[in-house]
């Protein structure tokens, strides 16, 4: 284990200590996890917004332009720096977070204590779903959280990864230990709420967007 898995499995120890459930304490340190990620992950979901925003002009330049490349880019890279929009401004966090997705993957995958630990319908944390619930679950939340963030006449290619996305995470939640289901579907739960009510403010993210 590397030093971060170590650290995170201290924590979830001390959650489950409060919680008594390994099944409850992955649900919290989940909410814990996506509460303290929440200042990286506001930018990417602000620069989603701001994409979703401009979609249709942008989709009006490129079959304006389609014919020629360099006025297209030209015209693009107009576009977003007169709405303020660096296209790589959600790339970085996610960078950042990544080395925390992995401490917690591992954690939860070979984590010996979930052996044997039953959780609502799951006879054992440590192994696959029996029932497929929560492939399905985080096939269905992967998508829901997907299309959030994706402009309504996006390109097909966009849409046919959103499509494939899910799948994949069916098949992956279907073989992995289902502690990890439990906390894919939770953290997908956390980011539709949080979507969601960012999308309900008064304008939306647009207030920022010509900032």
Known sequence: MSGLTQFMGTI???IFGFT???GLAIIVF???IKLILIPLTLPQIKSSKKMQDIQPQLTKIQNK???DPETMN???MELYQKNNINPMSGCLPLLIQLPIL???FAMFRDYPALAGTSFLWLADLSKPDKFYILPILSGVTTYITSAMVTPKDSESNQTMMNIMMPIMIIWMT???PSGLGVYWVVSNFFQIVQQYFLNKRPGGLKG???R
């Open 74 to 76: 030209q015209k693009v």
């Open 65 to 67: 332009y389609k014919n």
């Open 20 to 22: 008594g459930s390994y």
């Open 174 to 176: 279907a073989t992995l």
């Open 30 to 32: 989940t909410v814990a």
């Open 102 to 104: 992995w401490a917690l």
């Open 208 to 210: 920022e967007t010509n």
């Open 12 to 14: 979830f120890e001390y």
